[in-house]
């Protein structure tokens, strides 16, 4: 596991995401994507700036087929913002940093 990322699975999300206590971000990822191993660096160093605000965890499409069907998973990366267990952002493909920046603050409010 990614320091400050948490690993999510089909049976852990409602758990862990749904019923969290603060914003959650959900990178759906896979292994062989390339563009998800360029921003997973990219998502660390927000976890790592941003991690006591919101939680940041990532789900593997490959592994998990459920959850991602469920939001209208269609490409990947995509990453998922939700608070109070509704989706409150969405955001697909490799985006620059500052892009992610905003929309965790516009997230939280900030």
């Given at each position: 596991?990614a320091?400050?990322?948490?690993?999510?699975?089909?049976?852990?999300?409602?758990?862990?995401?749904?019923?969290?206590?603060?914003?959650?971000?959900?990178?759906f990822w896979?292994?062989?994507?390339g563009p998800?191993?360029?921003?997973?660096?990219v998502?660390?160093?927000?976890?790592?700036?941003?991690?006591?605000?919101?939680?940041?965890?990532k789900?593997?499409?490959?592994?998990?087929?459920?959850?991602?069907?469920?939001?209208?998973?269609?490409?990947?990366?995509?990453?998922?913002?939700?608070?109070?267990g509704?989706?409150?952002?969405?955001?697909?493909?490799?985006?620059?940093?500052?892009?992610?920046?905003?929309?965790?603050?516009?997230?939280?409010?900030?």
């Amino acid at each position: 596991m990614a320091s400050g990322v948490l690993e999510i699975d089909d049976g852990s999300f409602e758990k862990e995401v749904l019923q969290a206590d603060k914003p959650v971000m959900v990178d759906f990822w896979a292994p062989w994507c390339g563009p998800c191993k360029a921003i997973g660096p990219v998502v660390e160093d927000l976890a790592g700036a941003f991690g006591d605000q919101i939680k940041f965890s990532k789900c593997n499409v490959d592994d998990n087929p459920v959850t991602p069907v469920k939001y209208g998973i269609k490409a990947i990366p995509t990453l998922i913002f939700f608070k109070d267990g509704k989706v409150a952002e969405q955001i697909t493909g490799m985006v620059a940093k500052s892009k992610l920046e905003d929309t965790i603050r516009k997230v939280l409010g900030t």
